[in-house]
T-cell receptor, first 112, second 114 residues
């Protein structure tokens, strides 16, 4: 089992650019979560999907952030336009119904 | 959401038991207590969870008080690789009952010393 796969692992971009983070959940898992971690705010839940449908996006900071899950094996988190305060580690996690969550290795985003 | 309170940091000697406390005095009867840990720069890792009974697995033991207002995670023989931030989380079930999310607090930084 490859676990949750995230790409890229590191991203450095300039302010104003579009950033797309990608996540492949564990096969068979029907829930997917996007988290953001910073020193100041800790680990924050941004959005989660169940059976590819967004269930709770109350943690999405603002309209610059959007997330999609076009199928059960792929999700994206997009930031457009990016700002320096978006610099953080972004984690994707997946879970089968009623089971524990598995986290990916994270994408470290730096916006200059 | 039921809140949790954990000490910000703890130290433990290698080979000794590490006992990490967590207060969750507003927990509801159907809410589970979950423990995750995060080793530096890695994604959080599941450790154990429980409802009202004590639980044990290959990683740790979870002791939940009878009134469920607090719990303790026990690592029986801590090693240097157990140095991490440990998160105690109350699992919040949404109104539909079938979905739930994990909300992380600040956790406890456990440092295992040689």
């Amino acid at each position: 089992d490859a676990g949750v796969i995230q790409s890229p692992r590191h991203e450095v971009t300039e302010m104003g650019q579009e950033v797309t983070l990608r996540c492949k959940p564990i096969s068979g898992h029907n829930s997917l979560f996007w988290y953001r971690q910073t020193m100041m705010r800790g680990l924050e839940l941004l959005i989660y999907f169940n059976n590819n449908v967004p269930i709770d996006d109350s943690g999405m900071p603002e309209d610059r952030f959007s997330a999609k899950m076009p199928n059960a094996s792929f999700s994206t988190l997009k930031i457009q336009p990016s700002e320096p305060r978006d610099s953080a580690v972004y984690f994707c996690a997946s879970r089968a119904s009623g089971r524990r969550s598995f986290f990916g290795p994270g994408t470290r985003l730096t916006v200059l | 959401d039921a809140k949790t309170t954990q000490p910000p940091s703890m130290d433990c000697a290698e080979g000794r038991a590490a006992n990490l406390p967590c207060n969750h005095s507003t927990i509801s009867g159907n809410e589970y207590v979950y423990w995750y840990r995060q080793i530096h720069s890695q994604g959080p890792q599941y450790i154990i969870h429980g409802l009202k009974n004590n639980e044990t697995n290959e990683m740790a033991s979870l002791i939940i008080t009878e009134d469920r207002k607090s719990s303790t995670l026990i690592l029986p023989h801590a090693t240097l690789r157990d140095t991490a931030v440990y998160y105690c989380i109350v699992r919040v079930v949404d109104s539909g009952g079938s979905n739930y999310k994990l909300t992380f607090g600040k956790g406890t930084l456990l440092t295992v010393n040689p």
